[in-house]
């Protein structure tokens, strides 16, 4: 049988639109379907920037990952001719000997990164707008930085769509259903064929791969992000690295001002339960939302707690263990799906979207991704 699409992709936001490019680079024929319009505001990839580090404190196995992500992202900005990435370096931060530290050091030391690490008396040298606690270590990556996520994916889209892929907006799916030939993807009063089907819906997945027979533990989550007036000498681009800072309570992200948009920070852990299509969108509809992040500035970075610039929300899709799933379905081979990125996920996309795509057409790929399979949390 002959369907008018070799693939489709379910979600074209952060792993769906990097599918979708490298899909289109080996020119497949390739449809990929949003219930939005990439880049928007309502998944995970929006908020401008996001941090992309390779000594990995959620665990070395993420190494290689990152690694290659780190090559496939300065391959898209020199491609799309645009700034995708700034190397700000990436401070992490946190009480000595947790696992979290110990982790980033041990996986430089597994794969060879270069990485410093600084007790806080050469921190509070090195950045006086850190207020750090005596027992703190930093680890610096010099290599790593920023990502601005949404020019990632407009980027993406527009080469993948030079190349002949396609992409459906505003067309929510309702239905998804692969049999032994192919894949039905049935979106409003449309049904749309291929022969292979990926789902990269983010906090939709479930629902959607529930569809297709498979229950996945997902939980979506609110998150809350925002930018606070700071002092640019200290905390500007050009002098202050991204950062992830884990507490003896929560754990913190943030990023440097760029162009004077003001030090951006974030809580990693905690948020609400949330179903994504009737979430509260507004920040500060919640206290914590702003009320968290002061208190980090206040006790960390407090000549970065000036007033509210601008505050935004946006959605986790978490799993039980905070680890990825990538995998495919156990009956019905021609359906691979990719999320549960836990809020650590957009740095990857584009080896996912690699490994998505090696997958649909030689089912198989260069990297290794077994450790991420649904089959953890299956007894």
């Known amino acids: 049988m002959s369907y008018p699409y070799e693939v489709i992709v379910v979600g074209a936001g952060s792993m769906g639109m990097a599918a979708g490019w490298h899909l289109a680079q080996q020119g497949v024929r390739t449809l990929l379907i949003d219930a939005f319009h990439p880049p928007h505001t309502m998944g995970s990839h929006h908020g401008e920037t996001r941090i992309i580090r390779h000594a990995y404190g959620e665990g070395r196995q993420y190494v290689p990952l990152a690694l290659r992500a780190q090559e496939l992202w300065l391959d898209l900005q020199a491609e ?6 700034a190397q700000t370096g990436v401070l992490s ?5 947790s696992p979290f530290m110990e982790e980033v050091v041990r996986s430089s030391v597994s794969f060879d990164l270069p990485l410093e690490v600084l007790d806080t008396a050469e921190i509070r040298r090195r950045w006086p707008g850190w207020r750090v606690p005596d027992d703190y270590v930093g680890c610096l990556e010099t290599s790593s930085g920023v990502l601005f996520s949404e020019d990632c994916i407009r980027a993406m889209r527009q080469l993948g769509e030079a190349r002949g892929m396609q992409v459906l907006v505003d067309a929510p799916v309702d ?9 039905s993807v049935r979106a409003g009063s449309s049904v749309y064929t291929a022969e292979r089907v990926i789902v990269t819906a983010g906090a939709w997945a479930k629902r959607l791969l529930a569809t ?3 229950d996945v533990p997902l939980r979506p989550t609110r998150k809350a992000i925002a930018w606070f007036a700071c002092d640019e000498n200290l905390y500007g681009a050009a002098e202050f690295p991204a950062f992830t800072c884990g507490t003896d309570t929560a754990h913190y992200y943030g990023f440097p001002s760029f162009n004077g948009s003001g030090l951006k920070v974030g809580r990693h852990d905690g948020g609400q339960t949330a179903d994504p299509d009737t979430m509260e969108r507004t920040f500060g509809a919640y206290p914590e939302d702003e009320g968290d992040l002061r208190r980090f500035l206040r006790d960390y970075l407090p000549r970065a707690n000036g007033r509210l610039l601008t505050g935004k929300t946006c959605v986790y899709t978490m799993t039980p263990d905070e680890h990825f799933i990538i995998d495919r379905h156990p009956e019905r081979p021609q359906l691979l799906f990719a999320c549960g990125f836990s809020g650590h996920g957009f740095k ?7 490994v998505l795509a090696q997958l649909a ?4 790929a ?4 077994s450790t991420f399979s649904l089959r953890r949390f299956q007894h």
Do not use: C
């Open 175 to 183: 239905d998804i259903r692969v049999d032994g030939q192919g894949a």
């Open 361 to 364: 057409v030689a089912d198989s």
């Open 366 to 369: 260069d990297l290794d991704v």
């Open 348 to 354: 990857f996309a584009s080896a996912v979207g690699e």
């Open 80 to 85: 799309a001719g645009t700034r995708l990435f």
């Open 212 to 214: 297709a027979g498979l």
């Open 93 to 97: 931060l946190g009480p000595a000997g």
